[in-house]
């Protein structure tokens, strides 16, 4: 006997993940694959390479020697079709002319581990043989979004009785180092290099540069730096809503300071009120222009007219 009825019936499907882990090594190259350095004695200089990676991995330069820093110096990820941009800075600070070191630069950290960069520093002439610089080196200071600072000059000598031609290039990290001629010829006495800076949008912090001359009678570099520092902002005490509690027919509620606190010395700033009501029942002293003094500290007299 076959009954009528409607049968419901559940089918189950029961879906099984795997998952797998891709751990091929990270193959790491470099461009230039070495690099070397043309330093006269008691000068640095500094150079560029990138670092690249076919997989996603952490990598952190060093070096076994002490003459050969790096920035970034803590651990940076990389990935591939992202390289990492160093900048190698080789210092031939205590050496002498005409020695020659060999070093390597040593990347940590990636499953191919240790990756090794060839370096190679030859210390020439202080004088670069017949040409030497004056100042042998330069710094610059700014404020970071700021005026670019003044230019400065160097002056190439020629201590010989003959002409000399020299070719002038720069090395820094984002281009901020200008000159104003590639080449030059000092005669029998001296060129001039003028020397600019264009900091664009740089954060604040400490960058390195080169001036590399390079001539027949031999090659030389003057170091240069820039520094950048942050803004001045101003802060102020309290940072809430000032309240007056006054009773009609009462005396007047004393007075409130709102002090002011520059983070870089003395800053220009100027005050003005707005208030909701009758009458200009809001009182502040100094109004306009003013500025914070030496200390970075200005001070605000504010009350009410009842």
């Not at 800075?89 to 070093?103: L, P, Q, Y």
């Not at 005026?147 to 160097?154: H, N």
């Not at 009120?273 to 222009?289: D, E, F, K, Q, R």
């Amino acid at each position: 006997m076959h009954r009528r009825g409607f049968w419901f019936g559940l089918l189950s499907v029961l879906t099984l993940a795997l998952s797998f882990s891709d751990t091929a090594l990270a193959q790491l190259y470099a461009n230039p694959a070495a690099l070397t350095f043309n330093v006269s004695s008691g000068s640095a200089q500094l150079q560029t390479i990138q670092i690249g990676s076919t997989t996603t991995t952490t990598i952190t330069a060093g070096s076994n020697v002490g003459w050969l820093t790096f920035s970034p110096a803590g651990p940076v990820l990389i990935s591939p079709g992202n390289p990492v941009t160093f900048s190698v800075t080789a210092n031939a600070t205590g050496f002498s002319n005409g020695s020659t070191f060999i070093a390597s630069m040593l990347i940590s950290g990636a499953s191919q581990t240790p990756f090794s960069i060839p370096v190679t520093l030859n210390v020439g002439g202080s004088t670069g043989g017949t040409l030497s610089a004056i100042p042998s080196n330069l710094t610059f200071s700014a404020q970071a979004g700021g005026v670019a600072p003044a230019s400065q000059t160097v002056t190439i000598n020629n201590n010989q009785a003959t002409q000399a031609q020299f070719t002038a290039s720069v090395t820094s990290q984002n281009n901020w180092l200008l000159i104003n001629s590639s080449q030059g010829t000092t005669g029998t006495a001296s060129a001039t290099l003028t020397v600019s800076v264009n900091q664009g949008s740089l954060p604040a912090g400490t960058y390195d540069g080169t001036i590399n001359i390079l001539s027949s009678s031999g090659n030389f570099a003057i170091p240069v730096q820039l520094t950048l520092t942050s803004a001045p902002s101003l802060t102020v005490s309290p940072t809430g809503t000032l309240n007056f509690f006054y009773q009609l027919g009462g005396a007047s509620p004393p007075t409130q300071s709102v002090m002011l606190t520059s983070t870089g010395g003395s800053i220009p700033f100027t005050v003005s009120t707005s208030a909701s009501g009758p009458g200009n029942w809001l009182i502040v002293s100094p109004l306009g222009s003013s500025a914070t003094n030496a200390s970075g500290m200005a001070s605000l007299s504010v009350s009410i007219n009842t």
